[in-house]
């Protein structure tokens, strides 16, 4: 169908940063290491790992994957995490979500090392993130989001953004991101009341819910960027994000596509974040 409103191309924009990256790791001597640790049998998991794998070999950085089975002990895992930390040849560390629930995925995140921990996950970098430090690592999806964003070329500062959804990994530091950009903030969430009416004020809406098409075309504003984090299976079985893309077509908006849009950010950001690591740990500017 015709889709006459701006749309952001995450995929296009993803595959630069991916090119840039492998230009600069084709200089290097050594290649950056990230190890993926995964737990069990998750279908979705799976594939995520697998892409991870594929886009790290393409732009030659070494993916090292361990695999445990769905009955792992913790213990084991946390000293596999401490051997990653002591191992110099590895950058970046990363455990694949959601893990089995006997274990504590936070316990695990916190012991990877904050410079190794390239999903930026960990309290350490959290923190970081809130006090606006350049030292934080930052997680890779909303920090995919602010690039798209502004690849808009939208001015930031005073603009209202409504996020929807504070999960840890996606908008609670997106709030944070969207703040340092001299935001305004607003985080709403499944007990958040008049939703429509919040995302009517909107200059910038993140939707991270996981909600098929919840945002309608006419909660949204003229003009307004629209970042569409969500992956839903639809109804009719096609992927298709948190906002109603189709209702926003000939609309003066800017929007992000499912799929084509966060996705490919997200696996550009985290090998961003492997290369930024593996600089940071050998002294290279
Ligand atoms: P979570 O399930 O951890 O969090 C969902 C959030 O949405 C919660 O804060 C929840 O509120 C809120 N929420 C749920 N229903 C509503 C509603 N009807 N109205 C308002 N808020 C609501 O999900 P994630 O943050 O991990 O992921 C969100 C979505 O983004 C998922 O579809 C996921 O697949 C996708 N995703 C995509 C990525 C990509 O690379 N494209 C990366 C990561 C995630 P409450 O806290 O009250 O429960």
Known sequence: MTHSC??????KIAQEIRASLKKQISD????????????GDDEA???YVRNKEKAAAE?????RSLHFSNTVAEKELLEVIEA????E????IIIQQPLPCHLKTACLVEAVMPCKDVDGFGPVNLGLLQMNSPEAVIAATPKGVLRLIKSTQVELAG???????????VGKPMASL???QDCTVTVAHSKTIDLPALVRQADIVVAACGCEKLVKGDWVKDGAVLIDVGINRGSDGRLCGDIDFEALAGRDVWITPVPGGVGPMTVAMLLENTWRAYKNQKNIL
Do not use: W
């Open 6 to 11: 701006s749309i952001i191309d995450g995929k």
């Open 28 to 39: 290097m001597a050594a290649r950056p290491v990230l190890a993926v640790i995964s737990v």
């Open 45 to 47: 998991s799976r594939i």
């Open 59 to 63: 732009i030659g950085m070494e993916c």
């Open 84 to 87: 990653l930390n002591k191992n």
């Open 89 to 92: 040849s590895v950058n970046g």
């Open 159 to 169: 603009k209202h953004a409504v996020i929807i959804g504070r999960s840890n990994i």
């Open 178 to 180: 969207l703040l340092n």
